[in-house]
């Protein structure tokens, strides 16, 4: 258990040294908003692709989760657009991005999941994306602000 060496008063000897996990976990919330961003364009692509030309992808035999290419074209271009915003917010430091980014990665991996049949390859590739997006910004903790009037 280490303590905030900001939120050290001076009076109980050296300040703590800084956790040494905080620059991996601060490091994965800046990665994951560039993974968000740019996974973001490119399921906006995807959507774009599946409404623009139904041969893109393979058609699919009896599969329980089977929308139409246009419905799965409208679902990929909303999560990717919604992605691609919360990408953005991450990177520029947004409070609400951090829960909004966890949010719209769960719900980009189940659509994902969901796909896995039109794009086998590209789905796992982005469900991993989204796992490692969701850990990064769940593990990290902001700093704690100190409140002391002075």
Same mark, same amino acid.
């Given at each position: 258990?280490?303590?905030?060496?900001?939120?050290?008063?001076?009076?109980?000897?050296?300040?703590?040294?800084?956790?040494?996990?905080? @620059?991996? *976990?601060?490091?994965?919330?800046?990665?994951?908003?560039?993974?968000?961003?740019?996974?973001?364009?490119?399921?906006?692509?995807?959507? &774009?692709?599946?409404?623009?030309?139904?041969?893109?992808?393979?058609?699919?035999?009896?599969?329980?989760?089977?929308?139409?290419?246009?419905?799965?074209?409208? &679902?990929?271009? @909303?999560?990717? /657009?919604?992605?691609? &915003?919360?990408? @953005?917010?991450? #990177?520029?430091?947004?409070?609400? @991005?951090?829960?909004?980014?966890? *949010?719209?990665?769960? #719900?980009?991996?189940?659509?994902?999941?969901?796909? #896995?049949?039109?794009?086998?390859?590209?789905?796992? /590739?982005?469900?991993?994306?989204?796992?490692?997006?969701?850990?990064? /910004?769940?593990?990290?903790?902001?700093?704690? *602000?100190? #409140? *002391?009037?002075?």
């Amino acid at each position: 258990m280490s303590v905030d060496p900001r939120l050290y008063d001076g009076t109980s000897g050296p300040p703590p040294a800084p956790d040494p996990d905080s @620059a991996w *976990v601060t490091g994965g919330v800046l990665f994951a908003g560039v993974l968000m961003l740019c996974q973001g364009v490119v399921a906006a692509l995807q959507g &774009i692709a599946a409404l623009g030309d139904s041969d893109v992808y393979g058609t699919v035999g009896d599969y329980a989760y089977r929308f139409s290419l246009t419905s799965w074209g409208w &679902i990929h271009l @909303a999560v990717g /657009l919604c992605a691609a &915003i919360t990408g @953005a917010g991450l #990177l520029k430091g947004a409070g609400w @991005a951090r829960v909004t980014g966890i *949010v719209i990665a769960s #719900l980009a991996l189940f659509a994902q999941f969901l796909f #896995l049949p039109y794009a086998p390859v590209w789905s796992v /590739l982005m469900i991993g994306v989204d796992i490692f997006v969701i850990w990064a /910004l769940s593990a990290y903790r902001p700093p704690a *602000v100190d #409140l *002391v009037v002075r």
